[in-house]
């Protein structure tokens, strides 16, 4: 046989020949003037494949690993997420721990048992390894390898930098196993964190001026200066610019069946939380549908202060889009809920959970949940967790300097990156 034809049809020639030698099982030596080194033979012959190169198993799934902090979990993270899981067939997602964190970044608004409960409920998230490292080791990276079968690592197109400045992702890179997504913009936790101060600026102008700067600092600059004493419009810092086509992309895709029990529970659902995924959890036990209602912008103003909600429609009904136990929203939805709405939906129950900004409704004129209590298609689930939009924004306003710091410190730490390269990518 001939080896002129290159490498890839020696190898091809040679497997054949190997194979015309096995007998019972056993690959019998033989060498036929093709001067084969394993027989002792000084000729070169043909050379096998060698793993040089990472080879991915065939018939089994594409398995890929996204880590994050994941800390006030929002859209954006949900985004991501959903990204990475279209490079491969199953996600696996590490959290980082609160030790690595406060090391990396500073003190996490979210402790992990909350972080862990946002992620697995993320509907494009396959499987969950808690107290992930914030850097990629040769250890670490071993592991997800060998024991988690992953084929490949993602992470979005803004640098991760670690304190030394040096980047978290470049073992993977020089593997040859990193994958990179397109960041979404018009969100970060930082710039959240942001609205969350600014939702309390009129208390706070009347402290102290450095307070007063901490707000200007994350709203980058949108919006009305404190000194202005502007209203409450100027809060608004959101980039978020919706599009019908990212809609669909975390939405389910498919209605209920006609004979379906669709449960029904309304909310802001502001700055999408632990609490809020849990009682939806139980909502989506009692039925075979769940059906969200966001209420609007204006309607969370009106009950809840001119400063609220800090995420706006859109953003909110994403967020909860992005949620496993959530089957369809109601963009917009009513206060009340009127035989119209019950009718028009199939509704076959409507839940409110125990913990809730407002849970006087049934004493004050009014009350959005009448119809449906008089229906007697009204229940009252018992909250899993205490934890509501404004435990997340007294946590954010009672450390505020510690918060003041991590901002500092993250962008000391991409400013040392960005040094040492020639180029920039996108924030």
Same mark, same amino acid.
């Given at each position: 046989?001939?080896?002129?034809?290159?490498?890839?049809?020696?190898?091809?020639?040679?497997?054949?020949?190997? $194979?015309?030698?096995?007998?019972?099982?056993? %690959?019998v030596a033989v060498g036929i003037g093709v001067g084969?080194?394993?027989?002792? &033979?000084?000729?070169? /012959?043909?050379?096998?494949?060698?793993?040089?190169?990472?080879?991915?198993?065939?018939?089994?799934?594409?398995?890929?690993?996204?880590?994050?902090?994941?800390?006030?979990?929002?859209?954006?993270?949900?985004?991501?997420?959903?990204?990475?899981? $279209?490079?491969?067939?199953?996600? %696996?997602?590490?959290?980082?721990?609160?030790?690595? !964190?406060?090391?990396?970044?500073?003190?996490?608004?979210?402790?992990?048992?909350?972080?862990?409960?946002?992620?697995?409920?993320?509907?494009?998230?396959?499987? *969950?390894?808690?107290?992930?490292?914030?850097?990629?080791?040769?250890?670490?990276?071993?592991?997800?390898?060998?024991?988690?079968?992953?084929?490949? !690592?993602?992470? /979005?197109?803004?640098?991760?930098?670690?304190?030394? /400045?040096?980047?978290?992702?470049?073992?993977?890179?020089?593997?040859?196993?990193?994958?990179?997504?397109?960041? #979404?913009?018009?969100?970060? &936790?930082?710039?959240?964190?942001?609205?969350?101060?600014?939702?309390?600026?009129?208390?706070?102008?009347?402290?102290?001026?450095?307070?007063?700067?901490?707000?200007?600092?994350? @709203?980058?600059?949108?919006?009305?200066?404190?000194?202005?004493?502007?209203?409450?419009? =100027?809060?608004?810092?959101?980039?978020?610019?919706?599009?019908?086509?990212?809609?669909?992309?975390?939405?389910?895709?498919?209605?209920?069946? &006609?004979?379906?029990?669709?449960?029904?529970?309304?909310?802001?659902?502001?700055?999408?939380?632990? /609490?809020?995924?849990?009682?939806?959890?139980?909502?989506?036990?009692?039925?075979?549908?769940?059906?969200?209602?966001?209420?609007?912008?204006?309607?969370?103003?009106?009950?809840?202060g001119a400063h609220r909600p800090i995420m706006n429609?859109?953003?909110?009904?994403?967020?909860?889009?992005?949620?496993?136990?959530?089957?369809?929203?109601?963009?917009?939805?009513?206060?009340?809920?009127?035989?119209? %709405?019950?009718?028009?939906?199939? !509704? @076959?129950?409507?839940?409110?959970?125990?913990?809730?900004?407002?849970?006087?409704?049934?004493?004050?004129?009014?009350?959005?949940?009448?119809?449906?209590?008089?229906? =007697? !298609?009204?229940?009252?689930?018992?909250?899993?967790?205490?934890?509501?939009? &404004?435990?997340?924004?007294?946590?954010?306003?009672?450390?505020?300097?510690?918060?003041?710091?991590?901002?500092?410190?993250?962008?000391?730490?991409?400013?040392?990156?960005?040094?040492?390269?020639?180029? *920039? #990518?996108?924030?």
């Amino acid at each position: 046989m001939g080896f002129d034809a290159g490498p890839s049809e020696n190898a091809r020639s040679w497997a054949r020949f190997v $194979a015309t030698c096995l007998v019972g099982g056993v %690959v019998v030596a033989v060498g036929i003037g093709v001067g084969v080194s394993m027989l002792g &033979s000084s000729e070169r /012959g043909p050379r096998l494949p060698l793993p040089i190169r990472w080879r991915r198993k065939k018939n089994r799934p594409v398995r890929v690993y996204m880590d994050g902090c994941f800390d006030m979990m929002h859209y954006g993270h949900c985004n991501a997420l959903r990204q990475a899981r $279209a490079l491969g067939d199953q996600l %696996v997602v590490g959290v980082v721990s609160d030790a690595e !964190i406060i090391v990396n970044k500073g003190p996490p608004v979210t402790p992990l048992n909350e972080r862990m409960i946002m992620v697995k409920a993320v509907k494009w998230v396959d499987e *969950v390894i808690p107290d992930a490292p914030y850097a990629i080791t040769e250890e670490f990276m071993k592991k997800l390898f060998d024991e988690y079968d992953i084929d490949y !690592i993602i992470h /979005g197109d803004d640098p991760c930098v670690l304190p030394d /400045g040096t980047d978290a992702y470049a073992l993977a890179k020089k593997a040859g196993r990193y994958k990179q997504i397109k960041r #979404t913009e018009g969100v970060s &936790s930082t710039d959240i964190v942001g609205r969350m101060l600014l939702c309390v600026r009129e208390r706070s102008v009347t402290e102290n001026r450095n307070h007063s700067s901490l707000q200007r600092q994350f @709203s980058h600059g949108h919006g009305q200066k404190l000194e202005d004493g502007g209203s409450s419009s =100027g809060t608004r810092v959101s980039h978020f610019l919706p599009t019908s086509r990212r809609i669909v992309q975390f939405s389910n895709g498919k209605g209920p069946q &006609s004979d379906a029990r669709i449960i029904y529970i309304d909310g802001a659902f502001d700055l999408f939380h632990a /609490g809020h995924v849990e009682i939806l959890r139980l909502a989506r036990e009692l039925g075979d549908f769940l059906l969200v209602g966001i209420h609007t912008d204006q309607t969370v103003s009106a009950s809840r202060g001119a400063h609220r909600p800090i995420m706006n429609l859109h953003e909110r009904s994403l967020s909860v889009l992005g949620c496993r136990y959530v089957d369809e929203v109601i963009i917009g939805a009513p206060w009340e809920i009127t035989k119209d %709405v019950i009718t028009t939906f199939n !509704i @076959s129950l409507v839940v409110h959970g125990t913990v809730a900004e407002n849970n006087n409704f049934e004493k004050e004129t009014g009350n959005p949940y009448e119809v449906p209590i008089s229906m =007697g !298609i009204f229940k009252v689930l018992e909250s899993p967790l205490d934890i509501t939009t &404004s435990t997340i924004i007294r946590r954010i306003v009672s450390n505020h300097e510690a918060y003041q710091k991590r901002n500092e410190k993250k962008a000391a730490s991409e400013k040392k990156y960005y040094e040492g390269k020639s180029y *920039v #990518t996108g924030d």
